[in-house]
């Protein structure tokens, strides 16, 4: 099974800087296809997860471009340019090459 | 915008049973791999089963093999989570999902989430 993690565990912020988040998978998430099957959630408290970063790289549908995903292999980083109150939640890196596994989560709290 | 609502959870002694469902608003979720992602209270997402659009393959978590069961029912544009065996560190919110992003182009859908205690 692949096991994914995240650092920080815990990432205060203060508005206007900016975040970054890594994550480590335990096997390469690089398909056949040539996809990176690596996505980034955000979950805010009392929501359901929503999409950020599909496919390492790719911003889902009105997702601020502030956000950014790069990475490859088993190496990923999401990045926040400009950190903004509304962005404070819980991020997840998530693998899609086999079944699915989720990071620990990584808690951005605004300063 | 497809919609997912979950129904089915509550209350329930360890060894017991519950059968989760989730209804889709329309027919597209039907040609993707559907999920079961659970939260404990105050911890993080996991991933528990998914089915494929066919229902020919599926796949489990290892702490909950043997004990769910997924299946769906395209017709009814439904997913189901049949849950035996519970025990108190099955207990969190259920949620279905359609994570396959690289398919969809970016459009994931998760539902609001239905709770399940595990609790004598």
């Known amino acids: 099974d692949i096991v994914m993690t995240q650092s920080p565990l815990s990432l205060p912020v203060t508005p206007g800087e900016p975040a970054s988040i890594s994550c480590r998978s335990s096997?390469?998430?690089?398909?056949?296809?040539?996809?990176?099957?690596l996505d980034w959630y955000l979950q805010k408290p009392g929501q359901s997860p929503q999409l950020l970063i599909y496919?390492?790289?790719n911003r889902a549908s009105g997702v601020p471009d502030r956000f950014s995903g790069s990475g490859s292999g088993t190496d990923f980083t999401l990045k926040i340019s400009r950190v903004e109150a509304e962005d404070a939640g819980i991020y997840y890196c998530?693998?899609?090459?086999?079944?699915?596994?989720f990071g620990p989560g990584t808690k951005v709290e605004i300063k | 915008e497809v919609q997912l609502a979950e129904s089915g959870g509550g209350l329930v002694q360890p060894g017991g049973s519950l059968r989760l469902s989730c209804a889709a608003s329309?027919?597209?979720?039907?040609?993707?791999?559907m999920s079961w992602v659970r939260q404990a209270p105050g911890r993080g997402l996991e991933w528990v089963a998914m089915?494929?659009?066919?229902?020919?393959?599926?796949r489990y978590v290892d702490s909950v093999r043997g004990r769910f069961a997924i299946s769906r029912d395209r017709a009814k544009k439904s997913l189901y989570l049949q849950m035996s065996g519970l025990r108190v560190e099955d207990t969190g919110v259920y949620y279905c999902?359609?994570?396959?992003?690289?398919?969809?182009?970016?459009?994931?859908?998760w539902g609001q989430g239905t709770q399940v205690t595990v609790s004598s």
């Open positions: 998530m693998q899609g090459l086999d079944t699915r596994t």
């Open positions: 496919l390492g790289s």
């Open positions: 329309d027919v597209t979720l039907n040609a993707f791999w």
């Open positions: 096997e390469r998430l690089l398909h056949r296809n040539g996809n990176t099957y």
């Open positions: 999902a359609m994570l396959d992003s690289a398919t969809s182009h970016g459009r994931v859908y």
């Open positions: 089915i494929k659009p066919d229902g020919s393959e599926i």
